[in-house]
Each structure stands twice: as C-alpha cells, then as structure tokens.
C-alpha cells in the first residue's frame, strides 16, 4: 500500500526520513550504479513523481544519504578512538589511528560506496542548491574529522589535520573503487596469476596509506 502524501512540514521530514532509509538498504545489497530511481521509488512505495517532491533526483537522495553516513562515522570515531589509539611513541600513535580508520570505514561498505560514486555521478543530476548545502555539510564533517584526528595526533597543525580529513574521503573513495572488481575482472585473476597481483585488498591499502600520509604529514608540521 502506498503512502497518503504528506502535508504538514512533519509528514515531509518523516517521508523524507523513510526514503533515506529504503536507499540505505537497499545499498546494502546492491551498488550504487543498480540503485535507480524507479527501484527506490518502489522500495518506498511511491511513484517517482511522489520522490521527486521530497528530493530533486535520485542522486540527491544518495548526497543526502552520504551526508548521514559520514555522520554516523564520526559519531562512531568519537567513541572508539580513545580506546584504540593509546600508544605513547608518535610513530605508533599514526599507525594506530591508520588501523582504525581504515577498519571504521571498511565496516560501512555503504558510505565507501557512495564516496566512491560522489564526483563522478552524485554531483551531476541535481540543482546547485543540493550542491552547496551538501558542500557545506562535507566542510562541517571534515573539520569535525580534523578534530578527532588531532586530539590523538597533538602534533599535527590544525591546517595538516584538515588537509589529512579531506585526503581520507577522497582516498576512501577512489581505493573503494578499485577494490571491488568486476566478475569480468575476478575471472582474469583467476586466471592468470600475474594479474592477481593487482587486485587490492581495501583495508590493508588504506591503512598502509592513511599511516604514510600522517607520517608525511607530522614531518612536515615538525
């Protein structure tokens, strides 16, 4: 049965809020590039036109959706990175905020998958409004990142954190791409070894890489 349309400004947020949450899941069994407008329209049990008047188009409602993942994030780091990052060395400090944020992200295929798809094809199809207002809100999150990176990195410059928040999403992102191969891709592998050797696994990658950049990073604060 569909929805009745919503009326008062409560209704909207709480249609809003359900498209939200049928995109999330159904992300969590295919990728971005399967998610359509008429499929989300028909997990929510609306027409397109319905969607349309909550959101400007489908990758509206996917930047949205990257917004609250990346919120849920940070949220999550705020809680787990005093426990994880202890280590009273600098050097193992790095690695050990590297390891945990290449595992936090890992563990949200969603929100890498987004991340993956946001340049490319998020950015295109919607009005500059979404854009700014989307913008605006990946600033906010990764000065927020900034901050929980230094309260564990005391050395690194307010400027070195910000620049290290802002690497992350676009490293998440493109590493995420790149990882996740075709079946064309895996066949390849199977077949020839020499191939194989190219396939990346991401959470090692972006640990390997996030610990680099730090280490690049505080040098050069230092």
């Not at 290449?102 to 998958?113: M, N, Q, S």
């Amino acid at each position: 049965m569909g929805f009745q349309r919503a009326r008062s400004a409560e209704q909207r947020e709480e249609r809003r809020r359900a498209i939200l949450g049928t995109a999330e899941a159904m992300l969590r069994e295919a990728p971005v590039a399967d998610l359509t407008l008429t499929a989300l329209a028909r997990g929510s049990c609306l027409a397109k036109s319905a969607v349309l008047r909550y959101f400007d188009s489908r990758e509206a409602v996917l930047l949205e959706l990257l917004v609250a993942e990346w919120q849920a994030l940070l949220t999550e780091l705020a809680e787990r990175l005093p426990a994880a990052v202890t280590a009273d060395d600098p050097g193992a400090r790095r690695e050990e905020l590297a390891g945990a944020l290449a595992e936090a992200l890992a563990a949200r295929p969603v929100l890498c998958d987004l991340a993956a798809a946001q340049a490319a094809v998020l950015e295109r199809n919607v009005s500059p409004g979404v854009v700014a207002r989307f913008k605006r809100a990946a600033i906010a999150a990764t000065e927020e990142l900034a901050d929980l990176v230094r309260a564990r990195l005391p050395e690194l410059t307010a400027e070195s954190a910000f620049a290290f928040a802002g690497a992350l999403a676009l490293t998440t992102g493109a590493l995420w791409a790149h990882s996740q191969p075709s079946a064309a891709m895996l066949a390849a592998y199977d077949s020839d070894p020499e191939l194989a050797t190219l396939r990346l696994d991401f959470t090692g990658t972006l640990r390997e890489l996030l610990a680099v950049l730090l280490a690049g990073l505080a040098a050069r604060a230092g």
